[in-house]
């Protein structure tokens, strides 16, 4: 298996922690999130193969040894752009998987997602609004429409919802390609109009869940390997701070338990 982790993005809303560094080399409970997240990784097996998509102070990543490769236009350009910064790492034949560099999250939840054999196998929260209470009043502010059907496949996601009815769980940032699958992303990435929107994006700014959601309306199985909390996304510097008080007294153990070094 391959895996790509797009940290290129410069964190505006992380400042001042993001500063002097990447959003994904910002420190919680002792050490960066990118840190959390290959100690994750590496817990489910997965220590190869690792390519970490910079951008924005590039220089300050310590990826511990994986790939690197500079999205040169990071402060233009979106998720979707980032990931293909990194196209010589998607290999066809082999699994690929995809993770945002801002999030953490415990190895049960990757094992989720490795578990899964759909040709795109995608970690989601069903416990969502209790993460998301602590992050801010109104959990549906922030909130991207979510919906299933009954045997996990995702019908819709990545728009902003009218009601909790359209938030079955939430998207994590967190998601694998199916071996045979990867050839036919690519292709799907090359025949995207240059000249379209998307989600009121142009395509330098797609979101990935835009990408997603194109996918399945061409017809791709998406499944939703549902978690119950076991992750966090750190967004806000408020949010980064919270965190750390909580990891500090023992009571994020009860949304996610940050893995340990192995």
């Known amino acids: 298996m391959k895996t790509i982790i797009l940290a290129a993005g410069q964190g505006t809303r992380l400042r001042p922690y993001t500063n002097d560094k990447p959003k994904c080399m910002v420190s919680l409970s002792g050490q960066p999130l990118l ?3 290959l100690d994750a990784m590496a817990a489910c097996g997965v220590r190869e193969g690792i390519t970490l ?6 220089e300050e990543l310590d990826a511990r040894g994986a790939q690197i490769v500079i999205n040169p236009r990071y402060a233009e350009t979106n998720m979707v752009q980032t990931l293909f910064c990194a196209r010589q790492a998607m ?4 699994d690929l998987l995809i993770s945002y560099g801002d ?3 415990e190895p049960k939840v990757l094992q989720a997602v490795l578990d899964c054999d759909a040709p795109v196998a995608l970690a989601a929260d069903l416990e ?7 992050r801010m009043d109104e959990p549906l502010d ?3 429409t979510f919906i299933m059907d009954d045997q996990q496949h995702v019908l819709s996601l990545g728009k902003k919802p009218k009601s909790y009815d359209q938030v079955q769980a939430q998207y994590m ?8 699958y990867v050839e036919r992303m690519m292709a799907a990435f090359d025949a995207l109009d240059p000249n379209a929107i998307y989600d009121g994006k142009d395509l330098d700014n797609m979101y990935m869940t835009s990408f997603v959601q194109h996918l399945i309306d061409l017809g791709w199985p998406v499944k939703a390997c549902l978690v119950e909390n076991g992750w966090l996304e750190v967004d806000t510097a408020s949010e980064l701070e919270a965190y750390e008080s909580m990891a500090t007294d023992g009571s994020l153990d009860q949304y996610c338990r940050l893995s340990k070094s192995v």
């Open 35 to 37: 840190h959390h997240q």
């Open 103 to 105: 999030i953490v999250y």
């Open 53 to 58: 998509v910079g951008g924005y102070l590039s």
């Open 91 to 94: 290999e066809p034949g082999q």
């Open 142 to 144: 922030d909130a991207e």
């Open 128 to 134: 969502w609004q209790r993460l998301w209470k602590l």
């Open 173 to 180: 940032g967190l998601f694998r390609i199916r071996a045979d």
